[in-house]
């Protein structure tokens, strides 16, 4: 009896182990689909109560960098007429960079920055007094008619500006920075150490009914 | 010729053995990496390049809204339209559509909901900036321009 127990003992076939495996295979290799979450990040402003006034902002001319997009995807740049975007992410950052007319903390930020970026410094009184809050501000207006792509292409550059600061200070380039998560304390570092004191100012303007 | 003997001899088949190893191997890359479509796309979806891309980390934070011309040209017309999860909606739509996204988060996280604009490069402005105008009005204002990747130069 055992020994009839033992004989029957039966063996799946895995010769064809294989080709169930493709199966499988074949049917997520149709069906995947990488995902991508990435993008362009832009916080908008808050709602406007009708019950207070919006809050009365004098900035001075030279401190706003004025970029408009019109219907037919072109630029207008500081009142500069051009067809296609060309050195404005390197204009953009002489323009953070000015230090036109610096008060004595912008001075302290001036003396901290890498040699880089001391030399982006024109010291313009025409171009923006200084890069932290109340100073430099890059505006986007676009027309009901721009592109979706002209825009993005527009805010990329103004972006990559930014970021190419940020990460210059913090000697990395800018890839590394924006590769930054935030996730452990080093990075997170890193990450307010390259953006100190120079907040992205970066305007966009809603488009003429 | 006992050299070429001895040369056949040593070119023995390569086994196959491990063969479904490999395809296993393989397969559960896949099953790891797939995310099976929740939703049909009922609009066109070209996404514009951009290089400045950023990550998000917490995926639980990101609600969808696809924005472009409406493949079903016949019943929906050639104007861009929006779409959130399966249905096509409108501008109004959108304050009630963000309220309950909210709803599925945990309060602590209520007001970091981001919201990924899926938007075709055909698209113009004005959709876009009347989408960002109800998402304020919606208190949403984490709004994440999906793009796919442009080698800087």
Redesign the interface.
Known sequence: MASRMKKEAPEIP?GS??DI??L??IF??V?????????????????VDPNVPPPDIQLNERNIFNIRVNMNDQLMVENDYRDNTEGLSQEVKEFILNFGAPNEEAQALYNSLPPSLKALARMDPESSDHPMSGGAVVSIK????????T???V??LV??AY?EIYAERVGLT??EY??L???NPGEEELRKRGSADIPMAISIA??DK | MAKFKKKNKASTSIS?AS??DI??M??FF??V?????EQDLLVEQKL??????????K?SL?SYLYVGRPRNTALYGTEPRIQANDVLITTNDIVLWVNQEKDKLSEAERDQI?I??K????????P??DI??E???A?A?????????KA?D
């Open positions: 895995s182990m294989a495996a493709f499988l295979l997520f290799l069906t995947t689909t990488i995902a991508s979450d990435r993008g362009i990040l832009n916080i908008l402003p808050p709602k676009t027309d009901r008619g721009t592109g979706y792509d825009y993005l292409e805010l990329d972006k990559r970021f800018a890839d924006r590769a998560s935030g996730d809603e488009p | 196959v063969l479904p395809v296993f393989l397969l896949f099953m990496t797939t995310v099976l479509r514009p390049q951009a290089s400045q891309l950023q990550k998000l980390q995926k990101i981001t990924s604009l938007a075709d490069r055909e698209v113009k402005m004005g876009i900036s960002q105008f998402l304020r009005e208190d204002r984490r709004v994440l321009y999906a793009s796919t990747v800087t």
